[in-house]
């Protein structure tokens, strides 16, 4: 009997998640370049208010990395998505992000010097898994070859981030060990 009502209950999620993924419309693979673009803006946001409030030597090292593999990234963006005679398009996924992005920045910033680099971290940590759980989505759905490549060759530098991110946040958290 419980493994009937288990079932009833994932045949119900599966049948949900199902109406929900047909309701969304499927962005161009410009939108979702798009998307990934502002992603990046944020990203280099949020690393250059850390470059000017960090006390942590790490912190400084992980923000210089964050602005220049990202900023690569949409300079690869802005090449391909010319090469295709257009550029990033805009989406309700992308404005969203933006106005989540510029209010977490905000927040971010009112953040005290003492506590600014736990905090920083948990956003980065946030952040790169959306991000990372973005781009699989996008790696799967991208119509182009070009995009889809791109998407590809970015995705482990957004999970090695990701890696980093969560290797600080234990190093800065543990009282005595050097930042």
Known sequence: MNGKRIVAALLVLLFWTARVYAQEPSLTDEQMLGVV????????????????KT???SLQ???????SE????NQEIMTLTQRFGTEPQ???TSDAL?????????????TSTYDFDEAY????????????????G???TARSADARTLLIRSRPSFIFHLDQAQRLQITIGSPGLIR
């Open 37 to 52: 673009f502002v992603a990046n803006q944020a990203e280099i946001a949020a690393a250059n208010l850390a470059l000017r």
């Open 55 to 57: 006390r942590s030597n």
């Open 61 to 67: 090292v992980y923000a210089k990395r964050i602005v």
């Open 70 to 73: 990202h900023a690569q990234v």
């Open 90 to 92: 805009r989406s309700a």
């Open 98 to 110: 933006t106005k989540q992005s510029n209010s977490e920045i905000a927040e971010l910033d009112e």
């Open 121 to 136: 971290l948990e956003h980065e940590i946030v952040s790169l898994q959306k991000l990372v759980r973005t781009v699989e």
């Open 138 to 140: 996008y790696i799967r």
